[in-house]
């Protein structure tokens, strides 16, 4: 049980300092943190002694072998000669030299329902289809678009940005693998031209190196009275046309404020705080997958509930993405209401950040992020150039660190588990 002292300390400590908005700016003053570049291994060396300071315990640096990508250049010639600039969507196969040259076929939205009843035509043609805002009801990931054209015979994938202002859009697409397609990703105003020429033969250019690398995972662990641990989590990686400072400058600044806000605390709780900051999110959660692959069934039943923060700054207010998990509502309700909190809930399975292989291994897990279904606040620059430190406020880094405080308080203070554990069957029903 919390008592209205512990639950003052704590949260007087988040508002009353300031290291949440210095580190926030230090984490977007390393750069966009795209894997393998020079500014995700600066982010991680800024990241390891600072992490070891706000939680008092040893840093666990996890090396994570990958197939890593460099992204080099992409362009996109029309069928009158115009050329359009692009960015290469991750690891993306590259076209040969002279490029890759198609009919293109524009699919509006680009669902996978729209790109199956498009039949034959989409075979060898080159793809068009529209990003969406990223947080919302009805959302329709990227990789979902870019798998199913590539499945039903797409020579090549185009992706257009929702968003006006020549900000071309990036994410990762394929996984590196034989019979990936080339992808990338336009602004809108180029779409827009693409979108008008329909049916003529176009030619890209995708240009991009694989080699294998090792990436980090940084991992910290505030002992509680029990084995049992709460894990409250952040990406690390990000994207180089921009700082990442929504996505995911905010989570990682709100990670280390809770853990410095908690620290004397947690000793006499229930259950301890492992703090994990996980790398290669942006690539199909890699960092946090092999993570948990590799723990020993025994460890990963240590973990009762993962609070994962990923997006919480660029629009007011704070959503807790459940997935659906059995009794994740209940649970929250009961968290905030001594705090005096509230946040919205959405129910439906997002596989979109690191919590999702935690529910992939029976752990309840939820996402904290602004801005759901809010498409004209700052997360609309969410993958764009845009993605800059103007876009937050640092009243909105406060309120989503006091949040995910009094959730992971209350995960580490109640006395049955906080949340059932779910059994392989409730799994599948879930991320199906």
């Known amino acids: 049980m919390l008592t209205p002292d512990v639950i003052e300390k704590v949260l007087g400590r988040i508002w009353a300092s300031p290291r949440i908005n210095a580190d926030f700016a230090a984490i977007c003053a390393t750069g966009g943190r795209f894997s393998g570049t020079a500014s995700e291994k600066a982010a991680v060396e800024w990241l390891a002694p600072r992490l070891a300071e706000a939680t008092g315990a040893a840093v666990t640096r996890e090396p994570i072998p990958y197939r890593g990508w460099s992204r080099i250049g992409a362009r996109v010639t029309d069928a009158r000669g115009v050329t359009h600039k692009a960015e290469a969507l991750g690891r993306s196969p590259a076209t040969p030299p002279e490029g890759l040259e198609a009919p293109l076929l524009d699919l509006g939205r680009g669902t996978p329902e729209q790109i199956l009843a498009a039949g034959e035509a989409v075979r060898g043609a080159i793809i068009l289809v529209r990003h969406e805002f990223m947080v919302g009801t009805g959302h329709v990931h990227r990789r979902k678009k870019y798998e199913c054209a590539r499945d039903a015979g797409a020579a090549g994938f185009l992706i257009a940005c929702h968003e006006p202002g020549l900000l071309p859009v990036t994410g990762s697409a394929g996984n590196g693998g034989p019979g990936n397609i080339p992808c990338a990703g336009l602004s809108h105003e180029a779409g827009a031209a693409l979108a008008a020429q ?235």
């Open 198 to 432: 329909s049916g003529q033969r176009i030619r890209i250019f995708v240009e991009g190196v694989f080699e294998d690398r090792v990436a980090e995972n940084l991992l910290a662990t505030m002992q509680g009275k029990g084995e049992e641990l709460v894990v409250l989590s952040a990406h690390i990686d990000g994207h180089d046309l921009a700082c990442s400072a929504i996505d995911n400058a905010s989570g990682l600044a709100c990670a280390l404020t809770v853990a410095e806000a908690i620290r004397d605390v947690v000793p006499g709780l229930a259950r301890g705080v492992q703090v994990g900051l996980f790398n290669i999110e942006e690539w199909a959660l890699l960092g946090s997958a092999a993570h948990l692959a590799q723990m020993a069934p025994a460890e990963r039943g240590k973990r009762v509930l993962n609070v994962n923060l990923d997006s919480l700054a660029g629009a007011e207010g704070i959503t807790a993405l459940t997935s659906g998990v059995p009794g994740m509502a209940e649970f929250l309700h009961a968290a905030l209401g001594p705090a005096g909190l509230s946040i919205g809930i959405s129910a439906p399975f997002m596989g979109n950040s690191d919590h999702a292989n935690y529910i992939r291994h029976g752990i309840p897990a939820l996402r904290l992020c602004a801005g759901f279904d809010r498409p004209l606040s700052n997360m609309r620059f969410l993958l764009t150039p845009a993605d800059t430190p103007d876009k937050v406020h640092p009243h909105q880094l406060k309120l989503a660190a006091s949040v995910a405080a009094m959730l992971v308080l209350a995960g580490c203070a109640s006395a049955a588990a906080p949340v059932p554990r779910m059994d392989e069957a409730t799994v599948q029903r879930l991320t199906a």
